[in-house]
């Protein structure tokens, strides 16, 4: 199969998401289509995972770079995930917003799968305590 041949049959079966304006914050990830359970809602060819860096590692950074990083990476008391594939790509799980009653849920290799049926249209969330707790999963 060509390079052209497999985007082609991503696109037609591994797109479910958008991103739009959330009621819950800001930016969230829309189902373009209805998602079924137990599916990658956000599979996507290009291998990405998380990096684990230190609050005293961030400090080095340009200001401006590190307001990019609360905005739009995972941090917390201990330190920063940062997509291993930099900050010029999209990755749309870092618009995933916090409910306590998610339909999606991240696994312990970085990906995802959804908890139930999603509609078209509804809003894609997890639950970050769970993902993000007291274990470390990158």
Same mark, same amino acid.
Do not use: W
């Given at each position: 199969?060509?390079?052209?041949?497999?985007?082609?049959?991503?696109?037609?079966?591994?797109?479910?998401?958008?991103?739009? @304006?959330?009621?819950?914050? !800001?930016?969230? @990830?829309?189902?373009?289509?209805?998602?079924?359970?137990?599916? +990658?809602?956000?599979?996507?060819?290009?291998?990405?995972?998380? @990096?684990?860096?230190?609050?005293? #590692?961030?400090?080095?950074?340009?200001?401006?770079?590190?307001?990019?990083?609360?905005?739009?990476?995972?941090? /917390? #008391? /201990?330190?920063?995930?940062?997509?291993?594939? !930099?900050?010029?790509?999209? +990755?749309?799980?870092?618009?995933?917003?916090?409910?306590?009653?998610?339909?999606?849920?991240?696994?312990?290799?970085?990906?995802? @799968?959804?908890?139930?049926?999603?509609?078209?249209?509804? #809003?894609?969330?997890?639950?970050?305590? /769970?993902?993000?707790?007291?274990?470390?999963?990158?």
């Amino acid at each position: 199969m060509s390079d052209k041949e497999r985007l082609l049959e991503h696109l037609a079966s591994e797109i479910f998401c958008r991103l739009g @304006v959330s009621p819950i914050h !800001g930016i969230g @990830v829309f189902a373009l289509r209805a998602i079924g359970k137990g599916i +990658d809602p956000l599979r996507s060819p290009v291998r990405n995972r998380g @990096v684990a860096f230190t609050h005293d #590692e961030i400090k080095k950074l340009p200001a401006g770079v590190r307001q990019q990083l609360k905005i739009f990476c995972y941090y /917390d #008391e /201990d330190g920063y995930v940062i997509p291993s594939i !930099g900050m010029n790509t999209m +990755d749309l799980a870092i618009y995933l917003n916090h409910s306590k009653t998610p339909n999606v849920r991240m696994k312990k290799n970085g990906s995802f @799968v959804s908890l139930r049926s999603i509609r078209k249209g509804e #809003e894609l969330t997890m639950d970050y305590d /769970d993902s993000f707790g007291d274990t470390h999963i990158f």
